[in-house]
């Protein structure tokens, strides 16, 4: 395998994994989606209380095998009313190692597909690099980040900030790596 394309690979993985680590740990870019409630330890009391499994769950929906009137029916009396989404875990766990781990080997291989891709353009400039892989980042966000605020009424602007530095950083090393003489 290509050198070029393995170390490429390596280390715009490696700065797409600081500046999430930046993003998540140091700079709080997220706190936005990770509000405090004082009444937390009674929500997860209530929870624990109510829920078996892990899962994430959706507040109100209908039950397996309900028929389309039942839907129907829940949708109509549930318009205008709270509702939740909740990712239930019954037991923390802070260990990250792992985690951390996969985070990184996710990063190398996303960067890998990228730069081999790029490698496949002839004479490819530090621009096209720099662009290619913020639109790689773009894409992403709007495929996936994007679309679920929307359904999900969430704040997805911390992750199009992480699209756009972390490809743009992946994008500016690899720009200088594939073009120095």
Known sequence: ?????IIGALVGGLLVFIWQFLSWAM????????????????????LSSQLSEDGTYFLPTYAPGATPEEQEKLMETCMGKPWAQISYHKAYNAGMGMNMARGLLVDVVAVWLLSWLLMKIPNITMQTTVISAIVVGLISYLTTSYTNSIWFETNSIPDLIDAVV????????????????
Do not use: E
């Open 1 to 5: 395998m290509n050198s070029k394309l």
């Open 27 to 46: 700079l709080n870019v997220h706190g936005s989606t990770q509000m405090y409630t004082a009444n937390q330890d009674t929500i997860l009391s209530v």
């Open 166 to 181: 972390s490809w743009a950083l992946a994008g500016a090393w690899l720009g200088w790596w594939f073009n120095r003489k």
